[in-house]
């Protein structure tokens, strides 16, 4: 990825508060299935812990970062590539949100804040506003990393 002291601080947040998601059979299936051009759901979703702890500690923003890092991983969690042609795929966008957080909350014990992160993150295409601050902040870097990843492939 990146090597200066503020990534490689990011990075290790990351594993410190979330090494069972990343080792996890769910998250490692995600390095299978394609999300944005060639960029996988696993790598996009690292990104998107990523940059929402970029945005919260470069803003100094009063967030859990523990729940932020984690909601963050979890927010694609719907496991299935959403590509190939499937009556199920249907609607993807409007739907995938809702099946991230129910397979989520069957392989991990979520807190209320996590749940949210994960519902709310196609805000405002699923029309329930988020209820935290954490829920917006993983919002924004999702878009942030969707937009760079279908321009640029990163
Ligand atoms: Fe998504
Ligand atoms: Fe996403």
């Known amino acids: 990825m990146k090597n200066n002291n503020f990534d490689i601080q990011i990075e290790s947040l ?13 998250m490692q299936s995600e390095r299978q ?10 790598e996009h979703s690292v990104r998107v812990a990523y940059m929402s702890a970029y945005i ?5 923003l009063p967030v859990n970062m523990r ?13 299935y590539d959403w590509h190939e042609t499937d ?8 739907i995938h949100a809702k099946r991230a957080l129910e397979k989520a909350s069957l392989d991990f014990e979520l807190s209320e804040m996590e749940q949210d992160i994960i519902s709310k993150h ?10 935290y601050l954490e829920s917006v902040v993983v919002l924004v870097a999702d878009k942030i990393c969707a937009i760079s990843e279908l321009l640029y492939g990163r």
Do not use: Q
Not at 56 to 60: I, P
Not at 67 to 79: C, I, P, V
């Open 14 to 26: 990351i594993v410190f508060v979330a090494e069972d998601i990343l080792r996890s059979a769910g």
């Open 33 to 42: 299935y394609l999300h944005h051009g060639t960029v996988t759901c696993y």
């Open 56 to 60: 919260a500690l470069r803003l100094c």
């Open 67 to 79: 729940s932020l890092l984690r909601g963050a991983l979890l927010h694609d969690y719907f496991l």
């Open 87 to 94: 009556k199920s795929h249907r609607f993807h966008g409007f």
């Open 122 to 131: 196609m805000f405002p295409l699923n029309p329930k506003p988020p209820k």
